[in-house]
């Protein structure tokens, strides 16, 4: 028995130092560890969601301050309550220069991070477009692996983050707030057009009623903008992850979607597609990896250059990359 097999018996038997460092050995950049790591996800891949419809993948999103992590911690200690095992992937940004992080998503989901049904992983984005880490697919199979029927996937809310996020859950619940005159300030168009449930948080004491107001309102602009005939109607809901309040409400609408997936054959659709939406991903990164073999990486400082001195057109200095990197494959 290889020493991947024995990585793979660990995770599967749920043993948590095995998955710590399943996961570490997913995100590490080393190509030793990453052919590992392949090999190990083959392995585990008939136990993941992708071999079972048992397992739930929820993305939970929303602009900073938004009390994600607090609705987090309460959402998932109910789930616990009810039998279920959750894994939590906490993306945290990183610096843009040092490519450090806080990496405090424990701290502030303090009753998860000591249970034994939860496992609450917080991983740097380093730079990763859209806040989502790199890894964070392959981190999701492990989970699954070890046996936790619930994964939600928390984002840095940077923009793509939506987006990306979409790409590998089955639902999309974000949060938002209503703390200003227009409820639908700042409220972008595809978050409407991507979102399966909408949870208006922090709905409680003085801002109960701005927050019911900002619930029918965004009802109403997503009645407008997906028509009636839709089939799927984002429900919009108003909750307190702080008090516990509604968030059973949040739950029940996530599982509705769930079973309209279900009802509709879009479940298995939806994730065989998030597999080759995998497979573009790991295409591109890889194409940008080889940008730092040394030979090549040597024409990007110099086609770099020529830019910054006016030597080049942007258009010049990407074919010479281009060029470059097509001797380097020979």
């Known amino acids: 028995m290889t ?9 599967r038997s749920g043993t948590r130092s095995a998955i710590a460092r399943a996961i570490t050995l997913v995100e590490s950049r080393r190509a030793d560890h990453q052919k590992q790591a392949q090999q190990l996800l083959a392995e585990l891949l008939p136990d993941t969601g992708n ?32 039998g279920h095992r959750v894994a939590v992937l906490a993306v945290d940004p990183s610096s843009g220069r040092t490519g450090g992080s ?19 992983r917080p991983s740097p984005s380093a730079g990763t ?12 199979l492990v989970m699954e692996a070890a046996g936790y029927d619930v994964v939600l996937v928390e984002t840095v809310g940077v923009g793509q983050s939506e987006y990306v996020v979409a790409e590998m859950v089955d639902t999309f619940l974000f949060l938002t707030l209503a703390r200003t005159g227009d409820s639908l300030q700042g409220m972008k168009r595809g978050i409407l057009e991507l979102a399966d449930v909408i949870a208006v948080n ?33 429900p919009v809901v108003t909750c307190s992850g702080l008090h516990n ?9 996530v599982n509705r979607h769930r079973d309209w997936l279900d009802a509709h054959g879009g479940l ?33 400082r110099a086609a770099e250059q020529a830019v910054r001195a006016g030597e080049q057109t942007p258009d010049q200095a990407a074919n010479a990359i281009l060029d470059q990197l097509d001797q380097a494959r020979g």
């Open 245 to 253: 309040v509604n968030l059973d409400r949040v739950w029940k609408h």
């Open 51 to 82: 071999g079972t419809r048992s397992v739930q993948r929820i993305g939970i999103s929303g602009v900073p301050g938004v009390g994600k992590s607090t609705f987090i911690d309460q959402l998932g200690s109910n789930l616990i309550g009810d």
């Open 268 to 300: 298995e659709a939806k994730r065989r597609e998030q597999m080759v939406q995998w497979t573009r991903a790991m295409v591109r990164d890889r194409l940008l990896a080889r940008l730092t073999a040394a030979g090549v990486r040597e024409a990007v």
């Open 202 to 234: 922090k709905a409680d004491e003085e801002h109960e009623d701005g927050s019911e107001r900002a619930a029918r309102e965004l009802s109403g602009a997503l009645r407008l903008l997906r028509g009636a005939d839709d089939d799927w109607q984002a």
């Open 102 to 120: 806080i990496l405090g998503d424990k701290t502030r989901m303090g009753r998860l991070a000591i249970s034994d049904d939860a496992f609450v």
């Open 3 to 11: 020493a991947t097999d024995d990585l793979a018996d660990g995770v």
């Open 129 to 140: 477009l859209g806040g989502v880490a790199k890894a964070t697919r392959e981190t999701m």
